[in-house]
T-cell receptor, first 114, second 115 residues
Framework: GAGVSQSPSNKVTEKGKDVELRCDPISGHTALYWYRQSLGQGLEFLIYFQGNSAPDKSGLPSDRFSAERTGGSVSTLTIQRTQQEDSAVYLC????????????FGQGTRLTVV | AQKITQTQPGMFVQEKEAVTLDCTYDTSDPSYGLFWYKQPSSGEMIFLIYQGSYDQQNATEGRYSLNFQKARKSANLVISASQLGDSAMYFCAMRELPGNTPLVFGKGTRLSVIA
């Protein structure tokens, strides 16, 4: 497809389990972002990939969170030993880096930890 | 560090009226871009309008315009002739240019359009 694709769209998991969230960016976009949006809140930056550079992990809330981007395209956000406070919508976005362009967002993955 | 402030958690506007959503920002970088996104109840983030820090004129896109006051570091969104479909969350965001930094978002303003 032409847009950013995220899977799954919904995920319910038990506390303590690990989860993986996937993001397929728009082809040719070298920048990829993960954000978290808790209920009724704004977007919290988690991690940012730009081309082959080391990712900006400054927004990751704890060492239970990690992300990788393989081949400069698909990205996976992993949350280990999930906690109830991890429940949120996880949004992925991609953009061209150079120049003033907007980020295009996926539909998000709604994670519920029970 | 960049920071975006949206001081209006919620706004109401009568259908067909204009409404202004406030956004102030803070950055030490002279080159940056300002963005507004709309998030309807369905959850997707929809890009609305962009303003560059060196742009001489205020950006406009259809019924959306950005009231950019650089000295005051404000980038308010003006929606003219409000429609019921404009009811949504609105987020102001910025990034330093040339673009190798992530977008930083404000907490958003919930706009409700009343018939």
């Amino acid at each position: 497809g032409a847009g950013v694709s995220q899977s799954p769209s919904n995920k319910v998991t038990e506390k303590g389990k690990d989860v993986e969230l996937r993001c397929d960016p728009i082809s040719g976009h070298t920048a990829l972002y993960w954000y978290r949006q808790s209920l009724g809140q704004g977007l919290e930056f988690l991690i940012y990939f730009q081309g082959n550079s080391a990712p900006d992990k400054s927004g990751l809330p704890s060492d239970r969170f990690s992300a990788e981007r393989t081949g400069g395209s698909v990205s996976t956000l992993t949350i280990q030993r999930t906690q109830q406070e991890d429940s949120a919508v996880y949004l992925c976005a991609s953009s061209l880096v150079w120049g003033a362009t907007e980020a295009f967002f996926g539909q998000g993955t709604r994670l519920t930890v029970v | 560090a960049q920071k975006i402030t949206q001081t209006q958690p919620g706004m109401f506007v009568q259908e067909k009226e204009a409404v202004t959503l406030d956004c102030t920002y803070d950055t030490s970088d002279p080159s940056y871009g300002l963005f507004w996104y709309k998030q309807p109840s369905s959850g997707e983030m929809i890009f609305l309008i962009y303003q560059g820090s060196y742009d001489q004129q205020n950006a406009t896109e259809g019924r959306y315009s950005l009231n950019f006051q650089k000295a005051r570091k404000s980038a308010n969104l003006v929606i003219s002739a409000s429609q019921l479909g404009d009811s949504a969350m609105y987020f102001c965001a910025m990034r330093e240019l040339p673009g190798n930094t992530p977008l930083v978002f404000g907490k958003g303003t919930r706009l409700s359009v009343i018939a």
